[in-house]
């Protein structure tokens, strides 16, 4: 079209940058970040990109932003660029404290949410640790690891095979046993609509953690 290069990269970048500017004139009420792996730089450090989302509307989630770089500073510079932060009533992170210390110092008056999708993951790791070091003898611990998805999986998605095979392991590991049923807890903690009936289950939940002095569940209780 006779069009050179330079023409080309400099309308897109022109319009990339007025759309930015859009999005960050934009009302939203709730946000979420998260990051996507880049690569690694020379060093061996993982690089990330940091990506923040509109999800006001569910059904429509919009993407503000994705820039290189997920530190607090970063993130902290990035949110200051809001028109309208004060209308930011929710920000859902993952775990990563760098994120809530971001919102935290320019978005006070956001209520920060951790997707309870990363809460179960870790703990679904810790007890994986609990079932890794159980096993008295090398064929205990194959079997062990044979039917090690069992016992992250909600109880009530176990058929009846799958219920006596995890019945007889808890028979044998009562440190098992007692991590076992605290995780399914923590499962039923997440179907909970009623904020004080919540609240209370947390608090007797901990205690239970508490009381089993294994090492792994309070990692998770810490957390």
């Given at each position: ?123 679904e ?23 090690a998805k ?74």
């Open positions: 079209y006779g069009i050179s290069p330079q023409t080309i990269s400099r309308i897109m970048t022109e319009y990339c940058i007025a759309e930015q500017e859009l999005s960050l004139k934009g009302s939203y009420r709730y946000l979420s970040m998260d990051e996507i792996f880049y690569k690694r730089n020379s060093d061996g450090e993982a690089l990330y990109y940091w990506v923040l989302n509109d999800i006001s509307d569910y059904s429509k989630v919009n993407t503000i932003r994705i820039e290189l770089g997920r530190n607090k500073t970063d993130v902290v510079d990035r949110l200051k660029e809001l028109s309208n932060p004060h209308k930011v009533k929710a920000v859902c992170i993952d775990m990563w404290k760098q994120y809530l210390e971001a919102v935290q110092e320019v978005l006070p008056n956001a209520y920060v949410v951790v997707d309870g999708f990363h809460v179960l993951q870790l703990a790791r810790e007890f994986e640790k609990i079932r890794k070091r159980l096993g008295n003898t090398l064929n205990d611990k194959k079997d062990l690891k044979k039917d069992l016992f992250t999986t909600n109880l009530f998605k176990l058929n009846d095979d799958e219920l006596d095979t995890v019945e007889t392991y808890l028979k044998i590991y009562p440190e098992l046993e007692i991590a076992y049923f605290l995780n399914q807890e923590l499962y039923e903690f997440y179907n909970m609509k009623d904020y004080e009936q919540a609240f209370n289950y947390l608090v007797e939940w901990s205690q239970e953690v508490l009381k089993s002095n294994i090492a792994e569940m309070k990692s998770i209780l810490n957390t």
